[in-house]
């Protein structure tokens, strides 16, 4: 089992800028993925962003340029910047993890973004 605790969401105005941060926690495996997901009115939960134990990274189109995805392995921490921030990125985000490059086997509670002036 493996539990995972975002903290980081908020209200900021457009432009604006948010660091989200996830903990996990359990039976880590050494490689593994940890990403970033959120919630799309009619798209569902699409992947924001995504980076492995080994450094390799994949972005959303939507976000390209605009957020940064970083993890800590010591830790279990995963970390994702969020710069430019605009109206449309407003919705819940949610950390998860994988092992190995499966796709997300666990999910966080999720935190919410609001953009908003």
């Known amino acids: 089992q493996v539990q995972l605790v975002e903290s980081g969401g908020g209200l900021v105005q457009p432009g604006g800028s948010l660091r989200l941060s996830c903990a996990a926690s359990?039976?880590?495996?050494?490689?593994?993925?940890l990403a970033w997901y959120r919630h799309t009115p009619g798209k569902g939960r699409e992947l924001v962003a995504s980076m492995t134990s080994t450094g390799i990274t994949n972005y959303a189109d939507a976000v390209k340029g605009r957020f940064t995805i970083s993890r800590d392995n010591a830790k279990n921490m995963v970390y994702l910047q969020m710069d430019r921030l605009k109206s449309e990125d407003t919705t819940v985000y949610y950390c998860?993890?994988?092992?190995?490059?499966?796709?997300?086997?666990?999910w966080g509670q999720g935190t919410q973004v609001t953009v908003s002036s």
């Open positions: 998860t993890y994988s092992r190995y490059y499966k796709p997300a086997e666990y």
């Open positions: 359990g039976s880590i495996f050494s490689v593994n993925t």
